[in-house]
């Protein structure tokens, strides 16, 4: 069964402290998504990258950076934990787009960060 | 700017009794709507994709359609197993999209 694997189901951590959180995927696609998800505001993109060593910011990048150094894996980094980065971390990864039609996005379980 | 907006934000039926579910958008250019279920503690699942208006598309209980500004899930004779939160999406350019806050389902027996 393909998958995407978050090394994390739950994590706390306290401010300041320099957050890894790692992510997997054993369907050999190209592009990779990290989502925050918070009650009312929905999934938010952080960062993506379309293949290995290249990302890209997406709609809420300040105090979040990413490695990806193997197709396979996508880690996001808190560099300076805050209360603020508080919430669900979703890891996602899809086919890339051919200029046709989309393809849904294969999501990991989550990994729910609190921050103190 | 665009946007995504899902309604209503809760909904509480009892099994068997038929609903919908409205995601509206505000996009420069839809390439594509995308409906997602999430349970409790997990990721979305990816249920259906949409491309253009008057397209649906049906899975056991549940029937997406699309309009020019909206999309509606259905779900018909709904059953507890049904209860998740409903996730819509649409792509605005390559594979990345905008996603709606979701709609949260619990379907009573």
């Known amino acids: 069964d393909v998958k995407v694997t978050q090394s994390s189901r739950y994590l706390v951590k306290r401010t300041g402290e320099k957050v890894f959180l790692e992510c997997v995927q054993d369907?050999?696609?190209?592009?990779m998504f990290w989502y925050r998800q918070d009650p009312g505001l929905g999934l938010r993109l952080i960062y993506f990258s379309y293949d290995v060593k290249m990302k890209e910011k997406g709609d809420i990048p300040e105090g979040y950076s990413v490695s990806r150094e193997k197709k396979e894996r996508f880690s996001l980094i808190l560099e300076s934990a805050s209360t603020n980065q508080t919430s669900m971390y979703l890891c996602a990864s899809s086919l890339p787009y051919r200029g046709e039609e989309g393809y849904g996005y294969t999501f990991g379980s989550g990994t729910r960060l609190t921050v103190v | 700017e665009d946007q995504v907006t899902q309604s209503p934000e809760a909904l509480r039926l009892q099994e068997g009794e038929s609903s919908s579910l409205n995601c509206s958008y505000t996009?420069?250019?839809?390439?594509?709507l995308f409906w997602y279920r999430q349970d409790p503690g997990k990721g979305p699942e990816f249920l259906f994709t949409l491309y253009s208006a008057g397209e649906e598309k049906e899975k056991e209980r549940l029937k997406a359609t699309l309009t020019k500004k909206e999309s509606f899930l259905h779900i018909t004779a709904p059953k507890p197993e049904d209860s998740a939160t409903y996730l819509c999406a649409v792509q605005v350019h390559g594979q990345n999209f905008v996603f709606g806050p979701g709609t949260r389902l619990s379907v009573l027996p």
């Open positions: 996009v420069s250019g839809l390439r594509g």
């Open positions: 369907m050999d696609h190209e592009n």
